[in-house]
Nanobody, 126 residues
Framework: VRLVESGGGLVQAGGSLRLSCAAS????????MGWFRQVPGKEPYFVAG????????NYADSVRGRFTIARDNAMNTVYLQMNSLKPEDTAVYFC????????????????????WGQGTQVTVAS
């Protein structure tokens, strides 16, 4: 499975961005999907995840109420809508796919995701 993120950029605090992750090369609906972010020297940090068919969503406490994850299985795409951005949201954002995620569940551990995109930089200026 190949994952390609897009939509990152520079935004002022309080602004919004919408990240997209296009998947190819696999049965997209069989994968649980997640968004992680990473800053230099740190491990990937779980931001949001969504189950195979989209019934279940989970968010990190730091983004709950500001970020929304969604998926369109017909378009093989997962999205992350980010509102009310803060400088501490600055990071490289990665989407990831987990084939081992059970139905209706979301996996939080980055080690459980087998496929990763190349990442997209999000920078929030204060």
């Amino acid at each position: 499975v190949r994952l390609v993120e897009s939509g990152g950029g520079l935004v002022q605090a309080g602004g919004s961005l919408r990240l997209s992750c296009a998947a190819s090369g696999g049965a997209f609906g069989r994968f649980g999907m997640g968004w992680f972010r990473q800053v230099p020297g740190k491990e990937p940090y779980f931001v949001a995840g969504i189950s195979r068919s989209g019934e279940t969503k989970n968010y990190a406490d730091s983004v709950r109420g500001r970020f929304t994850i969604a998926r369109d299985n017909a378009m093989n795409t997962v999205y992350l809508q980010m509102n009310s951005l803060k400088p501490e949201d600055t990071a490289v954002y990665f989407c990831a796919a987990s084939k081992t995620t059970p139905h209706f569940q979301v996996v939080l551990l980055h080690s459980m995701y087998e496929y990763w995109g190349q990442g997209t930089q999000v920078t929030v200026a204060s």
